[in-house]
């Protein structure tokens, strides 16, 4: 049995799985500490059929796995609840690296080329860099082109031990890509939520112990993907946005769409859009934005609009404007402000609270002869072009992802949707108009209240590592396991492919996941040329263990 | 908005052959160092995909013999699409200005063509220019080509019209490919002084090129007063370069993007993949999107030399020979419409170095008072991919009048009726079509 657990920024959902039954699900309140939420819930979960302690403890004795889905790193960067971080970067030559980081860095000597040569070796003014660390408990150090070589990014490392962090992270072990300032941003963000993190994961581990669950127990990342708690303290930074990523996997485990798909996820304050292809989430060809800045964090393709079912409604000259501010309550629950929500209630697209109440709300904005509905319809109206104006960004954005052969160029990368899928509290009403408004038929699983809980447990768990070679100068590097090594005496595609599937396995084991096979994601080959001979091969590889589901489930609809 | 537009193309699928200059390789290093830096993230700067360009766009400039469909690659349309794609998003509005990192390259490829020659097959310049002019009316343009070598294709292209400023500086032709360029190649009688030509000798440097750019090229553009600016990015001007000779830096050409505002970039040459090119692009795309470039260097400066005295010298004969020029057109022009007549006609051999195909050209302007006339070009070819090819070719203009279309007809029928002529065109650039008759 697995047991996926949610901890949202209102509620905290659990549910138990069970092949490809849902055996229970519980809801509570998120509380400020974590841990009361999480245990009630568990309460919840195991006590919703009154079983005798026995049967309990037979049913945890069952489960294998826990999977924690949360928004707590993303909360602690909102509220800004984070540790100062020492931040040295080796930018060498190049753009100036001005308002890229969060906090202005330490700039160290040391620069690696885009070969992977040393043209600087890593040095630092100690005096400067003792001053500057001052205070500070964590750090986080990148250089440019480490990905290709990290000689400099090590010894610098080496050089802040002198200075007792509890913890520094590097950049290119975050992340084997190309792109310094995402990996700087990872690793600064790594290390201003590692405390915060650690104590996270103190709390889950202390509050399973407690309701004596002892199975291996992971945390859902950006991607989709799960790793364990211990291996996630490595590179707390993807434990990011993963409320959404569970409400993707939850789709895809409750009803994956066949064909090219918008989901959305509507809930009192934000709606996540996701897309879909071929039954599969894309994932973003960039990293996710974490407070403004541009990060190597794997994500999907994402977004989060202020807006949903709480929002507030403001007429203005131009018409109506709907969030991204939180009203509170919807007027039909009693709420103060008219909500989208009482929109929704007033033309009947959804059926909760007291009608009477969201009519009275809509004509408070009434003009002249208007009635309710009329002012409801333009609201919604609103609303929906609102999300529109965001997807076709989206639609723009996977449309211009880097071709880089004329074979991309031919296939072309138009997203077309053909489907929408709503999950969330508030999904019926908004998604239903946002179908009619863009000629799509609308499907809302059933089961969707708990998505994210659902998406949690049955996350399969991924691992992510890059191999590029130079034969020319006769090394490789995966840069993620730290390893730089010379090349076997014969080296092509499949040999790059046997090295990193190895790698790959022997961080399986270690963290004791039951890898299935790892796919290529990427590889690229190039002739190197001198003087007009060829004098090499450069061999770029990237390989993963997919993420996705493990198994699909039956939805069913519960009251809470 | 944001600043600059950026298509990067690099065509990981292309070559010429394996170990030629124009290989897939070509621009990896470029596309390796802008991921690093972060370049496409930056708020400055909006990513475009290339689209294709269609066979009519090529054929506003191109004859193809027997057809610019049998001659070119994919590649080749996404390259000139790129540029197309550079430049609606200039002209909708959406950035300040663009820049088409993308190959194949183009600045060799003629209006006639049988094949390569100088790596480029079609003129992605000037398929661009004459879409800025059907699709939105442009009519003055300046073309701005920095590649070390001198664009003997668009001078070609280009040579006949009034409204096309173009300026190449490159390494003198004595000295390198394609051995043209020069002051006296300055235009056709009406569009005499158009065609500034400023061959620079080997070795110059950024303080070269800076000096003729403030001291000639500047001032000339702005008298020109163009709607649009076209650069050539060509980078083969670099120290590292290992076709050519000269010592221009990145910062070297950082610095003359930045001043010359181009509307639309478009890359060109530049073969020194590893030493050069990751950072001159860098440098030009932060130089056009508005931001520091200060930081771009080289990390190997080994083979850069200061340039000798000679090379100033050269610089500032050409701005008075070239300036005095251009300060002259109008009278010259005058002149030399006097005494051609009605008609101006030249020869041209054409070596087509990829495929090793001579071509003997005629090119008669033929010029009328009512409108700006036509050309009729008589062509043969030797040893193309298709054997010998020979062709009577009719160009119209935008504005040719009715009269002057009657007349080419006649020409194109006479001549068809030698039975000289295995292939008799026309083309005509307000149906952009190439006709076979
Ligand atoms: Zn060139
Ligand atoms: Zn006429």
Redesign the pocket.
Known sequence: MLLGIDVGGTFTDAVLIDGDVICSMAKSETTPDILGGILLSLDRLFSAEKLDKEIIDAEKMRITRVVISSTIVTNALVENKIDQVFLAVMAGPGMSTKGQFPVEPYLATGYIDHRGKVITAEAIDYDLVKKMATGKKVAAVSGKFSVRNQINEKALRGDLKKCNFLKIFSGSELSGELNFIRRTNSAYFSAAVYTKYADFIRQIKKSLNEREINAPVHILKADGGTLPLEASLEQPVEAVFTGPAASVLGIEALKPPSVNTISLDVGGTTTDIAFWEKGQPLMSPKGAVLAGFNTAVRAFHMRSLGLGGDSVIIRTKEGFVVGPERAGRAMALGGRAPTLSDAFITLGLVSFGEGRLAREAMKLYARGEETEKQVAHAVVEAAVKKIKRTIDEMVYQWGIQPVYTVNDIIAGNLFKPELLIGVGGAAPGLVKALGDYMHLPVEIPVGAMVANAIGAALAKPTLTATLRADTTENYYIIPEAGIKAKLPHYFNKQVAQELLTAWLQAAANKWQIIAPVAEIVAYEEFATIHDYISSGKIIYLKMQLQPGVLSHVIGREVAF | MPNLGLVFFPAFDWMISPTHPERQERLLYTRDQLLEEGIFDLPQIREYRPRMASIKDLERVHIGIPSIAKLITPAHLVSAGGCLTAADAVMRGEVKCAFALVRP?G?HAMRVVYGIR?FCTINIEAVMVEYLRSKYGVKKIAIVDT???HGDGSQDIFYHDPDVLYISFHQDGRTLYPGTGFPNEAGSPAALGMNLNLPLLPGTGDEGIHRLFDGLIRPVLDEFNPEIIINSA?Q?NHFSDP??SMNVTAQGYASLAAKLKADIAVL???YSVEAALPYVNTGIVLAMAGMDYSQVIEPDQTALHLQSTECNQRVDQLIDQVGQLWTDREILRKEAMSKCGRQWQRNKSIYYDEEGISENQRETAHYCENCSGYLTIETTAANTRFGDQNAYIVVFNRDTCSICRENAVALALKAKKTGKWDNILIQDKTKSIVANI
């Open positions: 390259p600045h100088g590649d070390v070598h060509g083969d076709l050519a060109e040459g530049g």
